[in-house]
């Protein structure tokens, strides 16, 4: 049998505080900083979470999806102050990627950075999603 770690319930929100969500993350974590073109823009540093580990508190009706080249990925964000705090990443669409920057100060995790070569996607997407193999 497999021990899984604990996890615990943290909170986040976009800037201006009208989309607030939670998570279910173990205390120790790996964030992914990734070079595309989008995060490179955004900062977004990546928390990988299956569905049922996270939630949307409120302001559902506040996001705005945007999609480009395969349209896999839905980046979702405020659409009163613009910033995305989770979406459904191309990597792994069938769980959210949060945002670490958006997670409140206090979710006192412990984490390991790794950096993804976005930039050249296809050629490296088997290092964080193998059953991907650069296919998608």
Request: proline share 5%; net charge negative.
């Amino acid at each position: 049998m497999t021990n899984s770690p604990q996890k615990s319930w943290r909170h986040g929100e976009c800037h201006c505080g009208e989309v607030a969500f939670k998570v279910n993350l173990p205390d120790s974590v790996v964030a992914l900083s990734c070079n595309c073109s989008i995060c490179a823009k955004t900062g977004f540093i990546h928390l990988i979470v299956p569905k049922p580990d996270f939630a949307i508190e409120r302001g559902a009706e506040s996001l705005t999806t945007y999609t480009f080249g395969s349209h896999t990925a839905k980046h979702t964000f405020c659409s009163k102050c613009g910033v995305k705090a989770f979406y459904v990443p191309r990597s792994h669409p069938d769980s959210w990627s949060v945002n670490l920057r958006c997670l409140d100060a206090d979710a006192d995790l412990q984490l390991r950075f790794e950096e993804f070569d976005g930039a050249n996607w296809e050629k490296n997407i088997q290092q964080i999603n193998p059953e991907l193999g650069g296919n998608a």
